[in-house]
């Protein structure tokens, strides 16, 4: 399926309103259908495989803003840490750790954001409340990180309702947490099937793929 640029520029248009970010999140598509975006102006995009994010970023146009947005297992952050833009999926502390040393190591910050559980799934990757409260304690320990908010996902369903439930729910943690440290500005939450309802519950960031790439 090729790159739906109507589409493109229609999400564009529906996120201009809201000053919502795009992350076009190009996971398991060629680089050819990246650049094509790219060229139209495009720079973050998204990718949840290492090794993927790697062999794209070698080949791919500099001034790209790379966001890891899947599960980062800690032995593999020193791949990424030199040129990544932000990661979103941090789920412990330890990752943070790793990710603090790596960036040391490439004497710069690292943007992250902290990953909450918010569905009513139990596979879903996250922090709760509770461990979200342990690692925003910890924070003022890391000097090579910059934590700069949260991300979700809500359920896999059509219940709209319960969508914005999990959406509210992780807003109203980054409105508890958000002056704590460094000001937070990023709240990514919104995928192609509910971004619409994670801008109205107060997104500031949307992770979108088959809509812009076509089904996985
Ligand atoms: C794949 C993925 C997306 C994009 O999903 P679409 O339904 O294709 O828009 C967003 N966020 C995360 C964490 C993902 O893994």
């Not at 980062?72 to 603090?100: C, M, R, T, W």
């Not at 959406?167 to 460094?182: A, G, I, M, V």
Request: aromatic content about 8%.
């Amino acid at each position: 399926m090729p790159v739906d640029i109507a589409q493109y520029q229609s999400v564009l248009q529906t996120l201009s309103s809201s000053h919502t970010t795009l992350v076009a999140v190009s996971k398991t598509k060629p680089a050819a259908d990246i650049q094509i975006l790219y060229d139209l102006g495009q720079r973050d995009f998204g990718e949840n495989y290492v090794q993927e994010l790697t062999e794209k970023e070698a080949i791919l146009p500099k001034d790209i803003r790379w966001h890891f947005i899947g599960h980062l297992q800690s032995n593999k952050v020193k791949y990424i840490a030199p040129f990544v833009h932000l990661i979103h999926g941090v789920d412990s502390f330890k990752l943070l750790k790793e990710i603090d040393k790596q960036a040391a190591k490439c004497n710069r910050k690292i943007n992250c954001l902290l990953q909450v559980h918010i569905a009513q799934e139990e596979t879903k990757f996250g922090l709760d409340e509770q461990e979200l409260s342990e690692v925003v304690a910890a924070l003022d320990t890391l000097q090579h990180v910059l934590v700069k908010g949260l991300m979700g996902m809500a359920s896999f369903s059509n219940d709209t309702s319960k969508l914005r439930e999990e959406f509210r729910t992780l807003k109203s943690l980054f409105d508890r947490y958000k002056n704590t440290q460094q000001p937070w500005s990023v709240l990514s939450m919104g995928m192609s099937s509910d971004y619409t309802i994670a801008i109205e519950e107060g997104s500031t960031l949307v992770r979108i793929g088959s809509l812009l790439f076509g089904a996985r």
